[in-house]
């Protein structure tokens, strides 16, 4: 049933914007009763999913405590530390290895519930982005259309989280 | 010496190798900026683990999986549906079937 199929991606795009479960909850709930109240404008060309993350993304914006105007690109985020390069941008303090460890069973277990906190640590619009592309699995187009962000803005934030991500592994099993 | 600068320019180091991956590994970067990234890494181990540490850690988040509902949020979700359906079936009906 729909409800069932779409409540875990619903409750941890919400959770992006909101302080808690709770108000995740509430804001489900909201875009479910939107949903019934706009099934006549849902437009077929996107897909069903789509097109309720879309809803979910614009009640939780509205309910979510930070407001967040679109990305400044501008703001420069390097995906490593700029220490860790010499003056002519070669590598100084070279990545740990950490791939070795991930055929360990119980070391991949750690690395997930890392990778978990990480996540959850990520600025907002890296998180919305990187969650529905890198967990949910969506294209880069369909979360365009969720987030209603360009295709630019889109890579920049998902490079910018799973870069984070990387050096949350590399800070935690490299080198071991 | 014009010719060295020149290579110098055009060649991908480490600092600007890291801001290509993403790009590369959408399959956004032009063909030439490809090439380049791809013949730093052909020279540079760090670089090439560097890549590889970003693939596994993609493939890493892919397998986080959402904790469990907890109980009082299923029935919410219950209750919610229900609601949902009823609604529904108001509507279709028009007018309800008394």
């Known amino acids: ?176 | 010496m014009s010719l060295r600068i020149r290579l110098r320019r055009r060649d991908v180091v480490c600092r600007q190798a890291v801001e290509l991956v993403t790009g590369y590994l959408e399959g956004t970067l032009g063909r030439a900026d490809r090439r380049r990234f791809e013949s730093h890494l052909a020279g540079c181990p760090h670089c090439t683990e560097y890549l590889a540490q970003m693939r596994a850690t993609i493939h890493l988040t892919g397998r986080i999986t959402p904790e469990d509902l907890t109980p009082a949020m299923r029935q919410d979700f219950i209750a919610l549906y229900r609601r949902w359906h009823a609604e529904r079936g108001d509507q279709s009906g028009s007018g309800g079937s008394a």
């Not at chain 1, 897909?47 to 309910?63: E, G, K, P």
């Not at chain 1, 750690?110 to 996540?119: I, N, Q």
């Not at chain 1, 890198?134 to 630019?152: H, P």
């Open chain 1, 1 to 176: 049933m729909l409800v069932q199929r779409y409540r875990e991606s619903m409750l941890k795009l919400a959770a992006c914007y909101v302080p808690n479960q709770a108000v995740a909850e509430e804001v489900v709930q909201d875009t479910w009763l939107g949903v019934l109240r706009g099934l006549d404008s849902f437009e077929e060309r996107s897909s069903m999913r789509t097109w309720l993350l879309r809803i979910l993304v614009n009640r939780a914006r509205t309910a979510g405590a930070r407001e967040r105007r679109s990305v400044a690109i501008g703001d420069w985020e390097p995906a490593v530390d700029q220490r860790r390069f010499d003056a002519t941008g070669h590598w100084a303090d070279p990545p740990e290895p950490w791939l070795e460890q991930v055929h360990d069973r119980l070391t991949a277990e750690k690395m997930a519930d890392r990778l978990r906190l990480a996540v959850a640590a990520l600025p907002a619009r890296q998180r919305e982005v990187v969650t529905l592309r890198d967990i949910e699995g969506l294209s880069s187009e369909e979360v365009c259309q969720v987030l209603a962000i360009t295709d630019a803005n889109q890579r920049v934030l998902l490079h910018r989280g799973r870069s984070r991500l990387r050096q949350a592994l590399e800070s935690e099993f490299g080198g071991g």
